[in-house]
């Protein structure tokens, strides 16, 4: 039996057409012919069996067989080369890869089940990680991975203009439970050049906006909002967001096999991802709000109505900007119908929040 292909004799790259002679009986295995006889240049190297190292069959991908020092062969004729291994007896199968890419049934398992470990990693693995390294992190290594104040002082907010004591009169409002909460060291700090907004960093600091403490029309409000971001604090959202985008971004550089391919195949599933994450993160820092008002005898109602009230805020901010953009439902209206803005916002609808509200009024026996 002749099979075709390449030698290098691994001191060049070069590649000499030759033929190997598989050799049945005798002492000799194979007998590699380079050149053609009777030629000047016609050479023969002999080989016994065990000098001879057959690289596993991978698909029909081309087959080496090393010997001596680095010299190779090499063929595309993978069925000759398994012919080789069986007429010199050798105990040696096809690899797993190959018996996998030639049973369809095995093929159709893999793909079943690297599925699901794809799936069990993005929607298990990496929020559980995420969750047990954001709270072994020291707090100084926490405050730095989110960003500081500082930053966002130089580039998004400017200074409050709510008066001193409108200030001061929400700070004596908020000590209390800010004092409740210490081992989270919160902060309260008042920015404007931002719309209606309140959020944490993981610094400790929550930052109420001058649209959003005039937005509320009763203190309580502001009180829900403030215990909604003490629970980012609390569980700290911030850095299990940051640590979970990067694992994602990993994982999926690693499926794709391509760096290059980064900004577009990359970038659309790590964002609806993120986006998943962090409307658990909101659900989460929700019953954290509504188990913190009724542990201080507040009405969770007011978490509800100022979730209302924020809503009709961005509406009308809309409606005067003139958005083409689709119009948020009223809560509460003949809405059981999931926009496209509901599905790429970061936060559960107002409608799903008033629902959590009254489930949670339910299962404490609140009238």
Not at 250 to 269: H, K
Request: charged share 25%.
């Amino acid at each position: 039996m002749i099979i075709e292909g390449d030698y290098l004799d691994g001191v060049t790259s070069r590649r000499i057409p030759v033929r190997l002679e598989v050799i049945q009986h005798g002492e000799y295995a194979v007998r590699i012919h380079v050149g053609t006889y009777p030629d000047e240049g016609h050479q023969k190297i002999e080989l016994k069996y065990r000098e001879l190292k057959i690289e596993s069959r991978i698909g029909n991908t081309p087959r080496e067989i090393a010997f001596d020092e680095g010299q190779l062969f090499i063929t595309d004729d993978n069925e000759a080369v398994d012919e080789l291994i069986r007429m010199h007896g050798s105990a040696r199968s096809p690899s797993f890869i190959h018996k996998l890419e030639t049973n369809l049934p095995m093929i159709f398992m893999a793909v079943i089940a690297s599925g699901l470990m794809v799936w069990a990693t993005i929607f298990y693995g990496i929020p559980r990680s995420a969750e047990y390294i954001a709270y072994q992190l020291p707090s100084f290594s926490t405050e730095e991975l989110g960003g500081g104040l500082a930053v966002l002082d130089e580039t998004l907010f400017e200074p409050s203009e709510l008066s001193a004591a409108r200030q001061q009169e929400v700070r004596a409002l908020f000590a209390p439970y800010l004092a409740a909460h210490q081992a989270l060291k919160p902060k309260l700090e008042f920015r404007s050049g931002m719309k209606a907004n309140a959020l944490a960093l993981p610094g400790g600091e929550i930052i109420f906006t001058d649209d959003f403490v005039r937005l509320a029309e009763d203190d309580r409000e502001l009180l829900a909002v403030l215990f909604h971001e003490l629970g980012h604090l609390k569980y700290r959202h911030i850095t299990r967001r940051a640590l979970q985008d990067s694992m994602v971004t990993i994982l999926v550089i690693f499926i794709m096999g391509d760096i290059d391919t980064v900004d577009f195949l990359t970038g659309l599933p790590v964002l609806v991802l993120d986006l998943s994450y962090s409307r658990e993160f909101e659900k989460e820092a929700d019953d954290f709000a509504l188990a913190q008002l009724h542990h201080f005898d507040i009405p969770v109602d007011y978490f509800a109505t100022i979730m209302q009230r924020l809503e009709a805020y961005y509406v009308e901010q809309e409606n005067a900007e003139g958005s083409t953009a689709d119009k948020v439902e009223p809560a509460g209206g003949a809405g059981e119908k999931k926009s496209i803005g509901d599905f790429l916002s970061t936060h559960p609808s107002t409608a799903d929040r008033v629902k959590l509200v009254e489930a949670f009024k339910r299962s404490r026996g609140i009238e």
